[in-house]
């Protein structure tokens, strides 16, 4: 199966971009389907970035965050070839966890 | 028949023994829950995103309030021609950033997101938020202890609730 999370992480000198999507549903369990009923909600709670054995970034999300959410930020400290950690938890127990090179 | 009315009351006395028991158990629980929430905690802020006011949830996510300053540089569009999709961004200038977090005013939660800033990662984020309609979005940072602030108008012609 194809990874929900789709990382860029681009080497720039001293400093690592990092651009991520993930395809998640990110319901806020406020809106009705076409029959009426409520969609409960089901989104990302955190997101977390791991490099060389460090968080980088914690991302904790509530249910404004976008369908499919976008990400980027920056850090230093990395260098290009290194490992990108990225994995996810939602508020039903689901998860996923990818790993990237830093290019 | 005495051997069936006999076991009845024990066994209804010992359900509504355990009922109690659980009813109590469960009573404790947020009250157990409460103090292990700090700004710094690694855990997911459960009680923040609950909050449907802004000053609510500021209080619940750092329990301190924020003061406006220039060196939060909020980048959100003018208009959103769709509340869905509102790409929203921060960067600061302030040092020794430990967190940044995003509230849009009237959401039904007014937490959107809130980051966490390692030492060695830049104080800049950008994201994607849905907005209910037309109202103020507010970055906080939080820098050397301190909680700094940028807020901006977005106007919104389609909601990002749906239907």
């Known amino acids: ?103 | 028949m005495t051997t069936t009315t006999g076991p009845h009351p024990t066994r209804r006395l010992i359900l509504q023994g355990a009922a109690s028991v659980a009813l109590l158990g469960l009573g404790n629980l947020p009250f157990t829950a409460a103090p292990a929430r700090a700004a710094a905690n690694d855990k997911y802020p459960d009680e923040a995103f609950k909050q449907k006011n802004e000053a609510d949830a500021i209080k619940a996510l750092y329990g301190k309030t924020a003061e406006p300053s220039d060196k939060v540089k909020l980048d959100a569009p003018e208009i959103a021609e769709n509340g869905g999709v509102v790409p929203i961004s921060v960067t600061t200038t302030l040092d020794k950033v430990t967190s940044i977090s995003f509230f849009v005013a009237e959401n039904p939660f007014a937490l959107a997101a809130s980051y966490r800033i390692p030492d060695g990662t830049l104080p800049s984020v950008a994201n994607r938020l849905k907005m209910a309609k037309t109202t103020n979005v507010t970055a906080l940072v939080e820098a050397d202890g301190k909680l700094y602030s940028a807020t901006k108008e977005v106007k919104v012609t389609v909601g990002g609730c749906g239907g």
Not at chain 1, 41 to 53: D, M, P, R, S, Y
Not at chain 1, 55 to 62: L, R
Request: charged share 25%; aromatic share 8%.
């Open chain 1, 1 to 103: 199966m194809a990874s929900s999370i789709r990382v860029r992480a681009t080497s720039n000198g001293d400093i690592t971009e990092v651009q991520a999507l993930i395809q998640h549903p990110m319901d806020t369990g406020l809106v009705k389907d076409s029959k009426g009923e409520v969609i409960p909600a089901h989104f990302i709670q955190q997101l977390k970035f791991e490099c060389n054995g460090k968080d980088v970034f914690v991302a904790d999300w509530g249910t404004a965050v976008s369908k499919d959410p976008y990400v980027k930020f920056s850090f230093k400290g990395a260098k290009k070839g290194d490992e990108l950690k990225i994995s996810w938890t939602d508020n039903k127990g689901g998860s996923d966890t990818t790993t990237a090179k830093i290019a």
